[in-house]
C-alpha cells in the first residue's frame, strides 16, 4: 500500500500549482476543477514521490513536485507503466490512459529537467477517473 502525500491543482494555463489537503474528484472536472481536468484522456495526472527524488538528486537540484504540475504525489507503490491500469487513491478509482510526457515548461522551470523525465515513465501517469470521491493527504493508494 502507498500513500497520498501531495495533492495540487491549477486555475489556468501556466498558473502556479495550489497545493491542497483535500480534493473532489469527478469525471468532467479532474482534481477540484484543474484546468488539465476536463481533458478525455488526462483528467487526473499522478506522480511517484521516490522517482522525484531520483530526478531531483540525478539534476543536483532540491525543487518542489509541484514542478511537475502533477495532480498526486503518490509514496510507497510503483505507479503502472501501461495504459489501463487501475490505481485506487482513496474511494477514487483511476484507470491509467498514458505515459504524461514532459513538457519544454518542464525545461524553462529546471534546466536539464525534461530530459531527465523522459526515461521509463519518470514523468508520471495520466488517469481518467472510474469512480469518483473526495481525497485527502494520507489516503491510502493501491494498484490493482
Known amino acids: 500500500m502507498g500513500k497520498l502525500v ?17 480534493a473532489a474528484v469527478s469525471q468532467v472536472a479532474g482534481v477540484a476543477n484543474d ?15 521516490e522517482t522525484w527524488q531520483a530526478v ?12 511537475r504540475r502533477s495532480n498526486f504525489l503518490i509514496e510507497g507503490v510503483e505507479l503502472p507503466k501501461q495504459a489501463g491500469g487501475i490505481i485506487y487513491v482513496g474511494a477514487v478509482k483511476l484507470q491509467v ?3 504524461v510526457d514532459p513538457c519544454n515548461r518542464m525545461e524553462e522551470q ?29 489516503d491510502t493508494v493501491s494498484i490493482e
Not at 501531495?6 to 483535500?22: Q, V, Y
Not at 531531483?56 to 514542478?67: A, D, F, K
Not at 536539464?112 to 481518467?128: D, F, I, S, T, Y
Request: charged share 25%; aromatic share 4%.
Open 110 to 138: 529546471c534546466a536539464g529537467l525534461k530530459n531527465a523525465l523522459l526515461p521509463a515513465w519518470r514523468g508520471g501517469v495520466g488517469c481518467v477517473v472510474l469512480e469518483e470521491g473526495e481525497v485527502s493527504l494520507g
Open 6 to 22: 501531495g495533492i495540487a491543482r491549477r486555475e489556468t494555463t501556466r498558473a502556479p500549482m495550489d497545493i491542497l489537503e483535500t
Open 97 to 99: 490512459t498514458g505515459e
Open 56 to 67: 531531483c538528486e540525478e539534476l543536483n537540484v532540491t525543487i518542489p513536485w509541484t514542478t
Open 35 to 49: 484546468f488539465r481536468g476536463k481533458s478525455r484522456d488526462r483528467t487526473v495526472t499522478l506522480l511517484s514521490a
